[in-house]
């Protein structure tokens, strides 16, 4: 460390000071993102600024606006609006299998997923099941063709700030496995494994992609290490399921209209329903992490 004219610190390229309190820089750490902070309560908590009401335990997670909208369109009430700077991400409840189920529309990117996950377990969903699309780094897997999230690569920021550093989050096994039963149990084909979380999807370059097909992973997303890692540090159950988009794992990206398939879309929110609403039943709560 150096001290500047101000008198203040200047950092030199090892991110590291005299002397530091609490978790501090990281001796060597090139990034912040490294220095893990297991502190339980945060500056702004959740539950200290959202009042918890009375919402269904399980909650459905998707990312598909348009479903949201038909299901609004249908008669699904509202029952938090989540206003954030770049609008609503509504909470809002169906009757699904005769039950009370919670859909939150979520936020695209890590950071947004987040957040919102955080807010809707203050204000008392408890079970979770995320839907999304994935652009899929295998050929065979088709456009709506189901994955059943095991792992995946934190090449994001925001669970590094939830989970010690590592490369890989496993999520939930129980979680997973019954969301797995639940597919099969409804006839729907599906495959299991890794994927690829991303905070920069205009920086999938070849050369990562190959690699991340060397490691093993079907598809490449932006929030399943995310909300895995924010699900394990408040102990509360959540699993991942994605269905194929576009296509990257060719030598040109294929689109493949992969945004069109509102019945894909819409049919994959009941699914996870489905698998929320037994998950919740379980009550698989786990000690936070």
Same mark, same amino acid.
């Given at each position: 460390?150096?001290?500047?004219?101000?008198?203040?610190?200047?950092?030199?390229?090892?991110?590291?000071?005299?002397?530091?309190?609490?978790?501090?820089?990281?001796?060597?750490?090139?990034?912040?993102?490294?220095?893990?902070?297991?502190?339980?309560?945060?500056?702004?908590?959740?539950?200290?600024?959202?009042?918890?009401?009375?919402?269904?335990?399980?909650?459905?997670?998707?990312?598909?606006?348009?479903?949201?909208?038909?299901?609004?369109?249908?008669?699904?009430?509202?029952?938090?609006?989540?206003?954030?700077?770049?609008?609503?991400?509504?909470?809002?409840?169906?009757?699904?299998?005769?039950?009370?189920?919670?859909?939150?529309?979520?936020?695209?990117? =890590?950071?947004?997923? #987040? /957040?919102? +996950?955080?807010?809707?377990? %203050?204000? &008392?969903?408890?079970?979770? !099941? =995320?839907?999304?699309? #994935? /652009?899929? +780094?295998?050929?065979?897997? %088709?456009? &709506?063709?189901?994955?059943? !999230?095991?792992?995946?690569?934190?090449?994001?920021?925001?669970?590094?700030?939830?989970?010690?550093v590592s490369r890989w989050i496993d999520l939930d096994p129980v979680a997973a496995d019954l969301l797995e039963e639940t597919?099969?149990?409804?006839?729907?084909?599906?495959?299991?494994?890794?994927?690829?979380?991303?905070?920069?999807?205009?920086?999938?370059?070849?050369?990562?992609?190959?690699?991340?097909?060397?490691?093993?992973?079907?598809?490449?997303?932006?929030?399943?290490?995310?909300?895995?890692?924010?699900?394990?540090?408040r102990g509360l159950p959540l699993a991942v399921v994605l269905y194929g988009g576009d296509d990257l794992s060719g030598q040109?990206?294929?689109?493949?209209?992969?945004?069109?398939?509102?019945?894909?879309?819409?049919?994959?929110?009941?699914?996870?329903?489905?698998?929320?609403?037994?998950?919740?039943?379980?009550?698989?709560?786990?000690?936070?992490?």
């Amino acid at each position: 460390m150096r001290v500047g004219a101000s008198g203040r610190p200047i950092w030199d390229s090892s991110g590291v000071t005299a002397s530091s309190a609490g978790p501090g820089p990281v001796p060597g750490a090139i990034s912040p993102l490294l220095e893990f902070d297991p502190a339980r309560r945060a500056f702004i908590e959740p539950s200290d600024q959202i009042a918890p009401r009375d919402v269904p335990a399980a909650c459905v997670i998707t990312f598909f606006g348009d479903t949201v909208e038909r299901l609004l369109a249908a008669g699904a009430r509202v029952l938090h609006p989540n206003r954030w700077e770049d609008g609503s991400h509504p909470l809002v409840e169906v009757e699904h299998e005769g039950r009370r189920l919670a859909v939150l529309h979520s936020g695209v990117g =890590a950071p947004l997923a #987040a /957040g919102l +996950l955080e807010e809707v377990i %203050a204000l &008392g969903c408890r079970a979770f !099941v =995320a839907c999304g699309g #994935a /652009g899929v +780094l295998r050929p065979e897997l %088709a456009v &709506g063709h189901l994955v059943v !999230v095991r792992s995946a690569l934190r090449d994001e920021g925001t669970s590094l700030h939830y989970r010690p550093v590592s490369r890989w989050i496993d999520l939930d096994p129980v979680a997973a496995d019954l969301l797995e039963e639940t597919l099969a149990g409804h006839g729907v084909p599906f495959v299991a494994g890794r994927s690829w979380t991303t905070d920069a999807p205009y920086r999938e370059t070849p050369d990562k992609i190959a690699a991340r097909r060397r490691e093993g992973c079907l598809t490449v997303e932006m929030e399943a290490a995310a909300l895995a890692a924010v699900a394990q540090f408040r102990g509360l159950p959540l699993a991942v399921v994605l269905y194929g988009g576009d296509d990257l794992s060719g030598q040109t990206w294929d689109n493949r209209a992969w945004q069109s398939r509102a019945d894909v879309r819409d049919n994959l929110v009941r699914l996870a329903g489905s698998a929320a609403l037994r998950l919740a039943e379980a009550g698989t709560q786990h000690a936070p992490a």
